[in-house]
């Protein structure tokens, strides 16, 4: 039976040692959550950071903006919040209404205060070995699998799904830990061959419980991405756990897994962002 890589303990460690380093700067590093329209899913998720954020000793407010807000006026509150000194994060809560471009609104926000860390200036960086913010989905499973212990180097890993937010910057940070990345997407052929190659599969594709027994590689560490609400209210990952469990040597649950590292990640970034915009 698997080890679980329990994300909610890693991230509760990693939010208490940030708690620390923020009460000895000497300030309040500030986040800013930006909020367009009701979209259901993002109201949990919004609330959680405020909660994180508060209580690792960070200011956080969400700037709630009505459905119909237009796309100008969204790229002018965003242009207010990458004047204002007091604002160190800035992060806009996806998905948008349509008939604002998420592109345009990613690409408005300073680089330097791009806590998600989509930025193109951001996601080049990234891709070019240079430093920069780091999309916190992915920071947080380098973190589990740094912390679990896993082997990086030489192992194969594969990423299943091809995101700007998740997929993508998650073999780019497999890459740069020298492992040999496989990315596979929609039109992979014989997705479950692939899988079964790799020694680390993560998985964030959103379809609930795709990657079965079958398709882990004995011995692997799978990391689950993915959230799915399921029809009765469950909430599942893109795994079908009980299945892998049995198959692999370690593997993240969801809940509990890779969401909180997320959270623990953002307030990691607004505290590195807080720290370089003073030096
Ligand atoms: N735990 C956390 O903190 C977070 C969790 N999530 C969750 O992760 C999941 C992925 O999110 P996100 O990256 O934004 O999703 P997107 O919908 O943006 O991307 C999904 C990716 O999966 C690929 N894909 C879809 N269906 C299949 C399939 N049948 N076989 C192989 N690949 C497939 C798509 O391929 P193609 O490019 O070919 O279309 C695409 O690249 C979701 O469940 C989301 O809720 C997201 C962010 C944070
Ligand atoms: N600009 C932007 N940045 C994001 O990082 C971003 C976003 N938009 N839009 C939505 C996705 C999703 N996401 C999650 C964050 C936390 C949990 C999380 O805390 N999950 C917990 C609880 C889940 C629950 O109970 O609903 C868990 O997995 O244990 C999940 C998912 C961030 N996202």
């Not at 700037?63 to 242009?79: G, K, M, N, P, Q």
Request: aromatic residues 2%; neutral net charge.
């Amino acid at each position: 039976m698997a080890r679980i890589l329990d994300g909610k303990a890693v991230a509760a460690r990693l939010r208490a040692g940030l708690a620390e380093r923020v009460a000895g700067i000497g300030f309040r590093p500030g986040l800013v959550v930006v909020r367009v329209g009701e979209d259901p899913a993002s109201g949990v998720y919004v609330r959680n950071k405020d909660r994180a954020a508060r209580e690792a000793g960070f200011e956080s407010r969400t700037l709630h903006l009505s459905e119909d807000t237009a796309e100008d006026a969204l790229l002018r509150e965003i242009a207010a919040l990458n004047a204002d000194p007091a604002v160190d994060g800035i992060l806009v809560q996806l998905p948008l209404p349509g008939h604002i471009r998420a592109e345009a609104a990613i690409a408005a926000v300073d680089p330097a205060k791009d806590v998600d860390g989509f930025h193109p200036i951001n996601a080049g960086r990234l891709a070019s070995g240079l430093p920069g913010l780091v999309p916190c989905t992915p920071r947080g499973v380098m973190h589990l699998l740094r912390e679990a212990g896993v082997k990086l180097r030489g192992a194969r890993a594969i990423v299943l799904g091809r995101s700007q937010i998740v997929g993508r910057p998650m073999a780019q940070l497999l890459l740069g830990a020298d492992c040999t990345v496989t990315m596979a997407h929609s039109r992979t052929d014989d997705l479950p061959a692939e899988c079964r190659r790799a020694d680390i599969l993560v998985a964030a594709v959103g379809r609930p419980e795709m990657v079965r027994g079958g398709w882990i590689k004995p011995g692997a560490t799978v990391v689950d991405v993915g959230i799915n609400r399921l029809p009765d209210g469950r909430l599942v990952g893109d795994v079908a756990f009980t299945e892998a469990e049995t198959m692999a040597a370690a593997i993240t649950p969801v809940p509990g897994g890779v969401g909180p590292m997320t959270i623990a990640c953002l307030l990691e970034n607004t505290l590195e962002a807080a720290l370089a915009r003073r030096a």
